[in-house]
């Protein structure tokens, strides 16, 4: 089945350092998407990409869709204690009659001050 | 404006116990979907709802977990008879039907522990 590869499983970096991280894939996607999810919280979509080549920032973040339509990557500049979570990248490709959404197992992000 | 609204937020109960867990879509959003995360399988898809119909339950375990969605604003997922096995976070989350749209809406997640 359809899956979706993420890297760095985790991270430790101090503040102030640029993050980067990727999401891979076998099949090709229609759209990605980046979520991050807080402790105790349901993920909060950061960033969503619709065009193969895509570069789209969104403050300190900037994500891109592969060319291949097969992987994206997220970075984030300057990283500051609150970005502290797990990262998740979730694709979705057009199934018969509905887009299936599928999500990768996450990028968990510690930053030390 | 209001996001996706789920209830209860923590449940604990014993082995054997019927769980009904319930979500509240954004207003306006015909897609609603109910997703399981635990630390070995991370965020599994249990089912997609399309204008209030089942689109693909094949993410749902088995004969005991159960959804509905009888109306635009609201979606339950029971467990019956609950298991050890079935303590996880269960995620509701909504959709916009435009075209192309992709993001998903997710709530605060209903974390289950059965004892």
């Known amino acids: 089945g359809q899956q979706l590869n993420q890297s760095p499983q985790s991270m430790f970096i101090q503040e102030g350092e640029d993050v980067s991280m990727n999401c891979t894939s076998s099949s090709i996607f229609n759209t990605w998407l980046w979520y991050k999810q807080d402790p105790g919280e349901g993920p909060v979509l950061l960033i969503a990409?619709?065009?193969?080549?895509e570069l789209t920032s969104n403050g300190r973040l900037t994500a891109q869709f592969g060319i291949t339509r097969k992987d994206s990557f997220l970075n984030i500049s300057a990283s500051i204690p609150s970005d502290v979570g797990i990262y998740f990248c979730a694709g979705q490709r057009l199934e018969t009659s509905y887009d299936k959404v599928i999500f990768g197992p996450g990028t968990s992000l510690s930053v030390i001050p | 404006d209001a996001g996706v609204i789920q209830s209860p937020r923590h449940e604990v109960t014993e082995m054997g116990q019927e769980v009904t867990l319930r979500c509240k879509p954004i207003s306006g959003h015909n897609s609603l979907f109910w997703y399981r995360q635990t630390m070995m399988r991370g965020l599994e898809l249990l089912i997609y709802f399309n204008n209030n119909v089942p689109i693909d339950d094949s993410g749902m375990p088995e004969d005991r977990f159960s959804a509905k969605m009888p109306n635009a604003s609201f979606s339950t997922l029971k467990i019956q008879p609950s298991e050890p096995r079935d303590s996880a976070v269960y995620f509701c989350?909504?959709?916009?039907?435009?075209?192309?749209?992709?993001?998903?809406?997710f709530g605060e997640g209903s974390r289950l522990t059965v004892l």
């Open positions: 990409l619709y065009k193969a080549g």
């Open positions: 989350a909504s959709r916009p039907n435009r075209v192309g749209a992709g993001e998903l809406f």
